[in-house]
Every structure is written in C-alpha cells, then in structure tokens.
C-alpha cells in the first residue's frame, strides 16, 4: 500500500517494475495515459484508466479530454502511472490522411451559403439549415486571442439571427482537444456528437450492382420526397447542390407518384468521394438498397478519379454504422458542434 492525501491505496506492480507517474506538467497539450485510484464507485475503491489529450494542470487539477470530447478532471493526488503515448493510434485500414485534410474535405462538400473569415478561422452560414453548414469551422489562428475571437463569432452569428456554434474535432492527430477545453471553461455547451468514418472507395463499388439506380446533378422533386429533412427551402437545395462534383442517387418507388426507396448523395473531390443523405424507405430496409445505391455513386466517384471515401455518422445510429462497417470504413475522428452560451 502507499499513501496520499492521507489515504492508502495499493500500488500496481508491472513486468517493468512499479508504475511511475511519467508526466509533468510540461507534456499539457500532449496525449497521455494516465492511472488513478478512485474511491468513489467501488467499496474499497478502483483503479480507473483514462487516455486523451492533457489539456491542462493547474492547482494540482488535471484536465483530460478524451477522444469522444469528454473532459475528465484528474486530482494529481490520486494518480498511480501516467506516461505520454502516441498522438493518435496507428489506422490498420483506410486511407491516410490528415484531420485538417478530411475537414477541408468535408467542408467544401457541405457548402454554405454566406462565409466570411476570420484569420484562419471560416465562419460559416445557410440561414439555419443544419449545423454543419451555420458553424465555425476553427482550423488554424483567428488571428485574435481566444476571447476577443469569440466575441466576434458571437456578433457574426448575432447580427444573422443565428446561434454561434463551433465545430471541433477530437481523437485524431492534429485534434482540437485543446480548444474543446477552453470551449467548456468559457461555457460554451458541446450539444452534438459524430463521427467522420473513412474507406477505400473500390469496396464500395464492389458490394453490390447498383441495380436500378439513377444518377442526377440535381435533387428533383421526387429524390426531395425522401430527404428526412422536410420542407426543404431554397438555401437548403443551395446547401445540397454545392460542391466540385455532386450526384444525387435515386431508387425509384413501387409505382408512380410513389417516394423513390432510396435515394443518396455523394460529392467528388480529387480522391475523395463523400457520401450523405442515403435514406431508404422504412418498409424497405434490410433489402441491400443503401449498398446499391452507395455502390453506383461509388462507380460514378471511380470514374472521375476518385480512390478514398468518407462520411459523417451519428455515434447513436447503430444501423448506420452496422452498414458502414461491412461497406469497410472506419472511424477517423469524432467532431462536436459546441453552442455559445446563452444560445446567442
């Protein structure tokens, strides 16, 4: 047993010898791995392991951020082993890239209507249609301290009759985990999740036919029927249409009249080839139709030079994911839209 802060606790032995707390104040902003003896869910206590980015160590409080965007707050007292391991993981499959490359990416095929920067910093708008598309997108310096450069975001947003809202990633090298913290300590609120996934495109191509899909530069009437977002405005069809290369995927319906079973919408970008809005009619699921549907917009990409994919899912949509992992992607990282407060 060992001591601290007047308790004792045990100490865990390695095949290396005891653990050792490795970390000092001067790794914040590193990853690290840390272990800490908990009193508070056990009888008799716990040991509890944490992994995320050291975002701070002030009065002897150690601020975690993990790569779901949790922040852990960490007593110094109660740490057991703590060491600084690598950035991010290393990918075993799926294309390599860069979280700013993906987040460029992933911009550019979800296009606002109205931008403006503010130094490195995109500010972003689309009179309210979906959050991607009417937050800041932070990659870089905004050329102002932090505060002075929310301020601004704020009144942006403001003078639009917009909430402001960031958009943040986590749990990739290169991550905002950082900024997340200081997000949190201001009081900005994280009010949505998701994950950005990626893959090789020719799989995608390869798991079904595309049987009886049709391809379009332009959502009709009829592929808007099936979009779950209704009453769809003339920004959101802006929003939709915009992007280097855009197809829009339709399964037609049983009969005339009827909503198409599925539909898709995949934007082609140098190599990459980002897939959204597949939706299949309810009653039609589990029928391989989002495969068919993926796998001709996923042709379409190969012929246009396209060789890497990716999309956006939500952490909650295990049918999603369900498909996407037997469609061979991955997740990359997680990203967050956090909502200044007050909701202005």
């Known amino acids: 047993m060992i001591r601290t802060g007047g308790v004792n606790r045990p100490v865990e032995i390695s095949g290396a010898g005891r653990l050792k707390v490795r970390i000092t104040t001067a790794d914040v902003g590193k990853r690290v791995s840390v272990r800490r003896w908990t009193e508070d869910d056990a009888p008799g206590g716990r040991f509890t392991d944490t992994v995320g980015v050291l975002t701070s160590w002030d009065d002897g409080v150690l601020l975690i951020t993990r790569k779901t965007g949790e922040t852990v ?30 987040a460029r990416v992933a911009s550019r095929g979800w296009r606002p209507v109205e931008s403006e920067r503010l130094g490195e910093w995109e500010l972003r708008a689309a009179s309210g249609f979906t959050r991607r598309a009417n937050s800041v997108l932070p990659l870089g310096d905004p050329g102002l301290p932090l505060d002075d ?51 090789n495109l020719a799989p ?16 009709d009437e009829a592929w808007l029927a099936r979009y779950q977002r209704k009453g769809v405005s003339g920004v959101a069809l802006e929003v939709l249409g915009a992007g280097p290369s855009v197809w829009f995927a339709t399964v037609p319906g049983a009969g005339a009249g009827e909503p198409p079973a599925a539909i898709g919408r995949c934007v082609v970008d140098g190599r990459w080839a980002g897939f959204a809005a597949v939706e299949v009619d309810p009653a ?41 992992t037997g469609l061979g992607f991955a997740a990359h990282h997680a990203y967050h839209h956090y909502r200044a407060p007050g909701g202005a």
């Open 73 to 102: 707050r960490i007593g110094e007292s109660s740490l057991v082993a703590g060491k600084v391991v690598p950035s991010a993981p290393a990918r075993r499959r799926g294309p390599a890239a860069s979280y700013e490359e993906l």
């Open 149 to 199: 450069a929310l301020t601004a975001v704020r009144r942006w947003y403001g003078d639009r009759g917009l909430p402001a809202y960031l958009q943040t990633a986590t749990g990739a090298e290169g991550t905002q985990e950082a900024l997340c913290a200081e997000l949190a300590r201001r009081g900005w609120t994280r009010e949505v999740s998701a994950e950005l996934w990626t893959g």
């Open 204 to 219: 995608v191509a390869d798991r079904a036919e595309g049987a009886g899909v049709t391809l379009s530069r332009t959502a």
């Open 284 to 324: 039609l699921r589990r029928r391989g139709l989002a495969r068919e549907v993926m796998a001709a917009l996923a042709r379409r990409a190969l012929a246009e030079g396209a060789s890497a994919a990716w999309l956006q899912v939500e952490t909650d949509n295990a049918v999603a994911r369900a498909l996407y």
